[in-house]
């Protein structure tokens, strides 16, 4: 009887601590250190930013990037669209060309979290903010666009958005100019790539 008298005092002694520190439960000590509590629990306050005119793909300083030797795509950035918004992301227009020749433009976001990991993802997210109908000359929005996680450096879905995370987030500086984030992406798909074993 005393036994378990003694066991049930101690569980209910254990609650309220529990309680008191209840984040710990979903973020262990050693993602505290990693990240630092005030970088996980600081909120992204996205920019609300306006679209610009629906671009035509043939004409303006569009740029190809060069994924890899496989890549059967055409993929292209809108160089002059490359802007850096006060949230600290990047907003571009990109196409994403098919290998046919089938324009495929989007208003997109590149948002670099330095210092925080988010699912192996080193911090990074994208957002597609508006499809181009560029029959009728207008953006087409989504329903609910979010924020996505990237993903790893080298474990990327999506190769083509890869090279623009290289550009814009590898860097030493902590925030470059629209300038430099242009020469950047130049830099980037200049370089000759060998892929092995993957």
């Known amino acids: 009887m005393k036994k378990t008298f003694l066991a049930a005092l101690l569980c209910v002694m254990t609650i309220p ?19 630092g509590k005030d970088e996980v629990e600081k909120e992204f306050v996205e920019s609300v930013v306006d679209l610009p ?21 055409k993929p292209q950035i809108l160089l002059s669209s490359i802007k850096v918004v006060p949230d600290g992301s990047v907003r571009y227009l990109f196409n994403n060309q098919s290998f046919g020749g089938s324009d495929n433009i989007t208003a997109e976001g590149l948002h670099c979290v330095t210092g925080t990991k988010l699912l192996d993802s080193e911090g990074s997210r994208i957002k597609t903010f508006a ?50 984030l242009r020469e950047k992406i130049r830099q980037q798909s200049s370089k000759p790539k060998f892929e092995y074993g993957k």
């Open 17 to 35: 601590t529990f309680a008191a520190d209840s984040d710990s439960y979903f973020m262990n000590e050693g993602d505290r250190r990693l990240w």
């Open 53 to 73: 005119h629906v671009p035509d793909a043939r004409q303006g300083d569009w740029f190809e990037i060069y994924v890899d030797n496989m890549f059967k795509g």
């Open 131 to 180: 499809y181009a109908d560029t029959v009728n000359q207008r953006w087409i929005q989504p329903r609910n666009a979010q924020w996505k996680i990237l993903g790893g450096q080298r474990n990327s879905n999506d190769r083509v958005r890869r090279v623009l995370y290289d550009a814009f987030c590898l860097n030493d500086k902590k925030v470059m100019t629209e300038d430099e």
